[in-house]
Nanobody
Framework: QVQLVESGGGLVQPGGSLRLSCVASGIMFSRYAMGWYRQAPGKQRELVAVMSSGGNTNYTDSVKGRFTISRDNAKSTVYLQMNSLKPEDTAVYYC??????????????WGPGTLVTVSS
């Protein structure tokens, strides 16, 4: 069964930190690009950070210098370390995997999401 399961969300004060984790199963994790997206209330889902299978990273401008994406291929897990959190970071954060099926053709997988609330 192909699935992504996020954890680590919660309530944090402005300026605080959280680390999100996403465990993948059913895919050849090391061959997939892994990313984090977020969707705030009333807004469209947006890309936060992505890491290619080769380790290249890309971040949306608003989180550069504050968030870090990393992956552990041995554990089929991708992380998002979030520091200096701001109220505008409040959103549901989704894990995303993009790769190729064993028989060819692309595959895209989403996790169910984890809520991050930044508030005093």
């Amino acid at each position: 069964q192909v699935q992504l399961v996020e954890s680590g969300g919660g309530l944090v004060q402005p300026g605080g930190s959280l680390r999100l984790s996403c465990v993948a199963s059913g895919i050849m994790f090391s061959r997939y690009a892994m990313g984090w997206y977020r969707q705030a209330p009333g807004k469209q889902r947006e890309l936060v950070a992505v890491m290619s299978s080769g380790g290249n990273t890309n971040y949306t401008d608003s989180v550069k210098g504050r968030f870090t994406i990393s992956r552990d291929n041995a554990k089929s897990t991708v992380y998002l370390q979030m520091n200096s959190l701001k109220p505008e970071d409040t959103a549901v954060y989704y894990c995303h995997a993009q790769g190729v099926r064993p028989g060819g053709g692309s595959r895209e997988v989403w996790g169910p999401g984890t809520l991050v609330t930044v508030s005093s």
